[in-house]
């Protein structure tokens, strides 16, 4: 089992950052993989940024050049540096670890980004 806990949204004008930490703890060594995803009002789930366990990463197109993912193995713990954020980047933001066998998500932290 493992558990995620994300933290660090928070209401910020556009052009602000943010940054969103994702706390790991349990069976730390079965991740092979964590990712930020984040949901707006009436739209899908959708993936923003994957690091995996090597540190590989991969992006969104549209948070390219804006954002960063970055992980402390020493802490467990997953960052996504949020950098000129826009309005439409407004949404609940989740953290997922990933194992062989399934999924863990966190509860989900909200970030609105104010024109």
């Known amino acids: 089992q493992v558990q995620v806990v994300e933290s660090g949204g928070g209401l910020v004008q556009a052009g602000g950052s943010l940054r969103l930490s994702c706390a790991a703890s349990?069976?730390?060594?079965?991740?092979?993989?964590i990712g930020w995803y984040r949901q707006a009002p009436g739209k899908q789930r959708e993936l923003v940024a994957t690091?995996?366990?090597?540190?590989?990463?991969n992006y969104a197109d549209f948070v390219k050049g804006r954002f960063t993912i970055s992980r402390d193995n020493t802490e467990n713990t997953v960052y996504l540096q949020m950098n000129r954020l826009k309005p439409e980047d407004t949404a609940l933001y989740y953290c997922?670890?990933?194992?062989?066998?399934?999924?863990?998500w966190g509860q989900g932290t909200q970030v609105t980004v104010s024109s």
């Open positions: 997922a670890a990933v194992t062989t066998a399934t999924f863990y």
């Open positions: 349990g069976s730390t060594l079965s991740i092979i993989l």
């Open positions: 690091v995996t366990s090597g540190s590989s990463t």
